[in-house]
């Protein structure tokens, strides 16, 4: 299995960005998934997950902003991301099981 992770770039506040992980190696449908996130310094953080049945959980700073979804047709899971702010810069990383895809930047200015 192979995670490719996209979409990653420098916003404003207020922006939106919207990121994909296409998997391989497997139907995205069947398996749990999640993004993470590392800032500079900091640990890295469990932003959101969906399970095999398509339940989610949410980082509470960024519940009613970010979804997690499967897009079964391009067999990938993405993170929409609406009004951004300065404290959601980081590297994010799409994760199933115990592989990584890398990560991608994320930056939003003030």
């Known amino acids: 299995v192979q995670l490719q992770a996209s979409g990653g770039g420098t916003v404003q506040a207020g922006g939106s960005l919207r990121l994909a992980c296409v998997v391989s190696g497997i139907t995205v449908s069947r398996g749990a998934y999640a993004w993470y996130r590392q800032a500079p310094g900091q640990q890295r953080e469990l932003v959101a997950g969906i399970t095999h049945g398509g339940i989610t959980n949410y980082l509470d700073s960024v519940k009613g902003r970010f979804t997690i979804s499967k897009d079964n047709a391009q067999n990938s899971v993405t993170l929409q991301m609406n009004n951004l702010k300065p404290e959601d810069t980081a590297l994010y990383f799409c994760?199933?099981?115990?592989?990584w895809g890398r990560g991608t930047q994320v930056t939003v200015s003030s």
């Open positions: 994760q199933y099981r115990t592989i």
